[in-house]
């Protein structure tokens, strides 16, 4: 089947078939292909853009744990091919660009398409890209702040340009991830929201 793709990507055994999958979604040019490859590699892809194609697996192994990482294509043509990984995906990074105002506007939809095709205890992260492009940004980080809370979802901005916060949202995810396969009756519940708040830094503010 077309999910054993992922593994063809792995050279790395630890990433098994039960690593949780993560997905990238978000309208196209947001940045998700950049946001995965700097955490990834730690490099960021300048110049022209690549819009990826229907959808591409990667692995990482964290020191938290193993995870695959689907990236997803944003363009409307795809969306039928990332409907179809919604309800495997155990996390979501959902990304609006902090320079692009329509980005942002699209998050209720893409909210609400997840919503319908997601599993219903999928973690949810939002994260306002490119907070680095001071000059451009036409999105305010409380703007963010206020819908993520309407919907009761973690968020932070986040740059592939510069860095901040890219290693906090995977490592984030993947430690509620993992909290949840623990299942020790006595262990005390992972507060996502609590460990970003905690961990988060602030564009403009610090260096990355
Ligand atoms: N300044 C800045 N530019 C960024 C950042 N992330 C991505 N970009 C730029 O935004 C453009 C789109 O980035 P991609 O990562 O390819 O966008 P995408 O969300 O994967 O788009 P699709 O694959 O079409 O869905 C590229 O030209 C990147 O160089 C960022 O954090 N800061
Ligand atoms: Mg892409």
């Given at each position: ?52 194609v ?42 609006y ?29 939002l ?28 968020f932070m ?7 901040l ?5 995977f ?13 020790e ?11 970003v ?12």
């Open positions: 089947s077309s999910l054993k793709m992922y593994n063809t990507h792995s050279c790395n055994s630890s990433v098994s078939q039960t690593s949780p999958p993560v997905m990238l979604v978000g309208d196209s040019g947001v940045g998700k292909t950049c946001l995965l490859v700097r955490f990834k590699d730690g490099a960021f892809l300048a110049g022209s853009f690549i819009s990826t229907g959808i591409d697996f990667r692995n990482k192994v964290m020191s938290i744990d193993a995870v695959k990482i689907w990236d997803t294509a944003g363009q409307e043509r795809f969306r039928s091919v990332t409907h179809a990984y919604y309800r495997d995906a155990h996390a979501l990074l959902l990304l660009d902090v320079t692009n105002k329509a980005s942002f506007d699209n998050i209720r939809a893409w909210l609400t398409e997840i919503h319908e095709y997601a599993q219903q205890d999928v973690v949810v992260m994260l306002g890209n490119k907070a680095d492009s001071t000059h451009d940004r036409v999105v305010k980080r409380e703007e963010g702040e206020k819908l993520a809370k309407e919907f009761g979802v973690p901005e986040t740059s592939a340009k510069s860095g916060n890219v290693e906090l949202a490592t984030a995810v993947a430690k509620e991830l993992k909290h949840r396969t623990m299942k009756p006595d262990e005390p519940k992972f507060q996502l929201q609590e460990y708040n905690k961990e988060v830094r602030t564009a403009g503010c610090c260096r990355s």
